[in-house]
């Protein structure tokens, strides 16, 4: 057995392009010289001497202590979704949420403020609004498209500003760079849940964000299977904030799911480019459909902020949201009269998905709140997988039929 050195250093390999980042990134190959990354299924590690393990314990021996900490697969995952994003450090937890909860819960105490969009994930919505004030952080939801409203409700214990874009499900654009100078001047610290946009599209930290936050378990696995978060920053908020929060607090991202999202990487550009292209196709066939009466997607001349997206993404994204004739009613006979788009409130998957926002993953909101997020009864968001584009077609016309 031969102790494999790596041919290309992480400097070299930053040098490369992004596919070639996310095949080659990252890996720590163990003396066996395997070809695929190998899962490191242990809680612990063994140390030579009584010696090497006081030196690990004082952060002076680099090596592995408990996976709650880290782990060689974690690692590798991290290492190459940092690469990608440009963050100087990346980690991972077991979910979405457990991402966005630690990059504000590591940070704040009470008595500090926090304002966000208020198109926000449900659950990213519920930490912030409910959670977060009964621990003495108060909190100010703002419309993320209105400047203005972010500057208003800036004050001087604001620590942190909470965005994601384009928001879901109605497909809303924040100015990303715009918001991060009223953050910068507020010195506080912009948080941005990318998971729309996906890494590909879109990068938060060179528009002026200090963390980006991820659900892993959207296009990142991109095949349905596992959950997982990942929060990305610098290396002084990891030092100041991140790190001994996660160590400490423990939603550590399983080894099993960080080699699934490893593996999912080497894929990502792949699949983004695929779904995107099918997204933006649909998205143009559907508004000539009859029963849709509106079609958002922010690459469309018609979405009202595609200069915006022009300037912050690099493609309109694998998402299209659109409208039937006849509000939920309309919405439903359309949803149960489709054959290979299937009914689920995910998205990033290979199989493409669709779901009814006002009845699932907006229902605990009241009718005027929901019209106040401009989400309407017969509104539908799409997720595009990988099916061929024309079966996809053929499915939703003939399912408008049904309306
Ligand atoms: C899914 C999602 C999350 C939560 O991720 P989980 O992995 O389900 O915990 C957060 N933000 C956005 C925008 C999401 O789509």
């Known amino acids: 057995m031969t102790e494999t050195v790596p041919k290309l250093s992480s400097a070299e390999i930053a040098q490369l392009r992004p596919e070639t980042r996310l095949v080659q990134g990252g890996i720590l190959r163990s003396p066996f010289g395997e070809t695929a990354e190998a899962l490191y299924l242990t809680q612990g590690y063994v140390y030579e001497s009584a010696e090497q393990a006081e030196a690990r314990f004082k952060g002076e021996d680099p090596g592995f202590i408990y996976t709650r900490y880290s782990n060689p697969t974690a690692a590798m ?49 519920y930490v912030i609004e409910e959670l977060l004030p009964r621990f003495g952080i108060a909190t100010t939801l703002v419309d993320g498209t209105d400047l203005a409203a972010w500057k208003a409700a800036v004050r001087p214990q604001t620590r942190v500003l909470f965005l994601e874009s384009p928001t879901n499900p109605t497909l809303e654009l924040v100015d990303i760079a715009a918001v991060a100078e009223i953050s910068k001047a507020a010195g506080a ?36 299977r596992c959950l997982a978060g990942v929060v990305l920053c610098s290396e002084k908020f990891l030092t100041d904030h991140l790190q001994t929060f996660l160590r400490q607090t423990g939603p550590s991202i399983s080894p099993f799911n960080a080699w699934v999202m490893l593996k999912g990487l080497e894929t990502l550009p792949l699949r983004v480019e695929r779904s995107q292209a099918s997204a933006a196709t649909l998205a143009d066939r559907m508004a000539e459909l009859p029963g849709i009466t509106r079609v958002i997607y922010p690459w469309r001349a018609d979405h009202p902020q595609h200069e915006l997206a022009r300037r912050q993404m690099r493609g309109g994204g694998t998402l299209v949201t659109f409208e039937v004739e006849g509000g939920k009613a309309g919405a439903f006979r359309f949803l149960n009269a489709l054959k290979v788009v299937r009914i689920s409130n995910n998205l990033g998957d290979a199989k493409s998905l669709v779901t009814h926002p006002a009845t699932t993953t907006h229902q605990r909101f009241s009718p005027e709140a929901r019209a106040e997020m401009g989400i309407f009864d017969g509104m539908v968001r799409l997720s595009v997988g990988l099916e061929h584009v024309d079966d996809l077609t053929d499915d939703i016309a003939r399912a408008l039929q049904a309306v």
């Open 189 to 224: 610290c912009l948080i941005v849940d990318n998971v729309f946009a996906t890494p590909m599209l879109q990068s938060p930290l060179a528009l002026g964000a200090d963390v980006v936050v991820y659900s892993a378990t959207k296009h990142i696995d991109g095949q349905g």
């Open 77 to 125: 995952f991290e290492t190459r979704l940092a690469l990608l994003e440009g963050a100087e450090v990346a980690r991972g937890t077991a979910s979405g949420m457990a991402a966005v909860t630690a990059s504000l819960l590591c940070q704040l105490k009470a008595g500090d403020h926090v304002v966000a969009a208020r198109a926000l994930f449900g659950s990213c919505r």
